[in-house]
C-alpha cells in the first residue's frame, strides 16, 4: 500500500463527559493540564509542552465517549490530497468552518465509526508574559501541579474490525507498526499506526464480538520517565483514584504506563519511554496474543485492561 505523507500529528482529542467540570478540574489539578480558553459548553485544555491553542477538548454530554479526533496535515497540498482519498473512501463528511484554535477542517468518520477532522491552519499557544520559558523552544514554562503532564502522546480507539480501520488510516500515510493476531485463523486484535515518529499515533482495539462503532478505550499524555509514572501513580492513589492498569511496562511499544478514569468516565493514560521509530520501512511486528504483548513483566494473559461495563461509545 503506498505509503503518502499526508498527516502531520495528532493535534487534539475531544471527550464527552457527563460531569465536565469535574472532569476539567481533574485533568488540570490531578493530571496537570493547562485550560487555555472556556467557550459554551466547551473547555480548551493543553499540557505544559503542547504548542497549539489545544490538546483536549472537554465537552458536556449524556455519556462518556469519544467526541472527535483531530489531525493536522503537513501541509495545504497534504490537506487536499487526504481530503480526496477521504472522499473516495466513502467515509467523507464534508468541510465544517474552523472553530477555537484551527481553521477549516474536513471532517469523516472512520470505518469504526470514530468522528474525525483533518486540517491544517492551527493557532499556535502563545504564553503569556509570565509564563514564558527561558528555553525559547519550550511552549511555556514547566508546570508541576499534581502529574505535570508534558504534552498529548497518542489515543486507542474501540472498533468493530481493526484491519479496516488500519487500512484506512495507511491510505492516507499512515505505517503500520505492530499489531496483535489470534494464534486460530490470524484474527488480527489490535494495531498500533504512527505518522510521527512516536511508536502509535493511534491504536485500534477488537477485543470481542460486540464493539461498539466509535468506541474509545483512552487518550494518553506523555511524561519523561518511569519516575514521573510512579510519582503520578503516588499522587492519583493520594488523592483517592484507583490505578485500572499499572504502573508496569508494555512489550509492544515498550512504554511504561498506568491508567485511570477521570470523574466523568473515560480512560486516560500516562505513559514514558516508548520505543521511537525513525525508518519509514520498519515494521509491522506482528504479536500473538498468547504472548501477552500489553505485559513485558506479567504472566496474566490479557491484552488490554477492559471492563465491558465501562466501554465508552461513540455518538
Not at 523552544?137 to 486507542?156: C, E, F, P, S, Y
Not at 511508536?199 to 499524555?221: E, K, Q, W
Not at 519509514?280 to 488490554?304: C, F, L, Q, R, Y
Amino acid at each position: 500500500m503506498q505509503n503518502q505523507f499526508l498527516i502531520s500529528q495528532l493535534a487534539h482529542v475531544e471527550l464527552i463527559s457527563p460531569k465536565p467540570e469535574e472532569t476539567v478540574k481533574f485533568m488540570r489539578d490531578v493530571i496537570g493540564l493547562e485550560v487555555t480558553e472556556q467557550k459554551g459548553q466547551s473547555v480548551y485544555m493543553r499540557a505544559w509542552n503542547d504548542y497549539f491553542h489545544h490538546t483536549l477538548k472537554i465537552t458536556e454530554g449524556n455519556e462518556a465517549r469519544l467526541g472527535h479526533i483531530g489531525w493536522r496535515a503537513t501541509g495545504p497540498e497534504g490537506l487536499q490530497q487526504a481530503v480526496k482519498i477521504i472522499e473516495a473512501s466513502g467515509y467523507g463528511e464534508g468541510w465544517v468552518e474552523g472553530e477555537r484554535g484551527h481553521g477549516d477542517a474536513y471532517r469523516f468518520q472512520t470505518p469504526g465509526g470514530h468522528p474525525s477532522e483533518v486540517f491544517w491552519d492551527i493557532e499556535w499557544y502563545q504564553a503569556p508574559q509570565e509564563m514564558r520559558s527561558k528555553w525559547k523552544n519550550r511552549a511555556q514554562k514547566i508546570v508541576r501541579r499534581g502529574v505535570g503532564a508534558k504534552r498529548l502522546d497518542h489515543i486507542t480507539t474501540l472498533t468493530p474490525n481493526t484491519t479496516k480501520d488500519r487500512e484506512f488510516y495507511q491510505s492516507i500515510g499512515f505505517r503500520y507498526h505492530e499489531g496483535i493476531y489470534t494464534s486460530v485463523a490470524e484474527k488480527e486484535m489490535a494495531a498500533w499506526l504512527a505518522v510521527s515518529n512516536l511508536s502509535h499515533d493511534i491504536a485500534f482495539l477488537t477485543p470481542g464480538d460486540n464493539v461498539p462503532r466509535g468506541g474509545l478505550h483512552h487518550v494518553c499524555y506523555a511524561v519523561d520517565s518511569r519516575e514521573e509514572v510512579l510519582l503520578a501513580a503516588d499522587t492519583l492513589i493520594d488523592y483517592g483514584y484507583k490505578l485500572e492498569g499499572g504502573p508496569e511496562r508494555h512489550a509492544l511499544a515498550e512504554g511504561f504506563y498506568l491508567y485511570v478514569r477521570e470523574p466523568g468516565g473515560n480512560l486516560i493514560e500516562l505513559y514514558a519511554l516508548s520505543h521511537l521509530i525513525f525508518a519509514p520501512d520498519w515494521g509491522p511486528v506482528k504479536w500473538k496474543i498468547e504472548e501477552n504483548p500489553n505485559s513485558a513483566w506479567s504472566d496474566t494473559n490479557i491484552m488490554i485492561p477492559l471492563d465491558d461495563k465501562k466501554i465508552t461509545s461513540g455518538r
